[in-house]
């Protein structure tokens, strides 16, 4: 049997996870204080995902940059091709949140997305 420690991150409690497993079943989750704290646990160790937050560059606006976050969370393995894929990316102003930066980032499906509102100079 394989056991995980982990910090639940859905709350600011910050629960002491354990996770016990049997190949890839989770066959027991302990130290959760609420059922949000047992799907964590259950989905980190058997698809981990993330929201990735990110800038990109603006052309004719108020701000160089703009702030950006998938508009879901990804498959954690996706991070760093996510990352690589908005290095190049420049928009042009204006832009407004939740605005379609670059769909289907990296194959995922998820959209990236503005999260800031930037005016025309």
Same mark, same amino acid.
């Given at each position: 049997?394989?056991?995980?420690?982990?910090?639940?991150?859905?709350c600011?409690?910050?629960?002491a996870?354990?996770?016990?497993?049997e190949?890839?079943?989770?066959?027991?989750i302990? &130290?959760?204080?609420?059922?949000?704290?047992e $799907?964590y646990?259950?989905? =980190? *160790?058997?698809?981990p995902?993330? %929201?990735?937050?990110?800038?990109?560059?603006?052309?004719?606006g108020?701000?160089?940059?703009v702030?950006?976050?998938?508009?879901?969370?990804?498959?954690? &393995?996706?991070?760093?091709e996510?990352?690589? $894929?908005?290095?190049?990316? =420049? *928009?042009?102003?204006?832009?407004? %949140?939740g605005?379609?930066?670059?769909?289907?980032i990296?194959?995922?499906?998820?959209?990236?997305?503005?999260?800031?509102?930037?005016?025309l100079?």
């Amino acid at each position: 049997m394989e056991v995980k420690n982990l910090i639940c991150i859905n709350c600011p409690m910050g629960c002491a996870l354990t996770v016990e497993m049997e190949g890839n079943e989770v066959v027991k989750i302990s &130290g959760n204080t609420c059922p949000r704290g047992e $799907a964590y646990g259950r989905k =980190e *160790v058997t698809d981990p995902t993330r %929201i990735v937050t990110s800038t990109v560059k603006v052309t004719g606006g108020k701000a160089e940059m703009v702030s950006v976050k998938t508009k879901q969370d990804i498959p954690k &393995g996706k991070i760093s091709e996510c990352i690589k $894929a908005l290095k190049d990316v =420049e *928009v042009q102003a204006p832009v407004y %949140i939740g605005d379609v930066i670059v769909a289907d980032i990296a194959g995922t499906g998820v959209d990236i997305v503005a999260t800031k509102n930037i005016e025309l100079l």
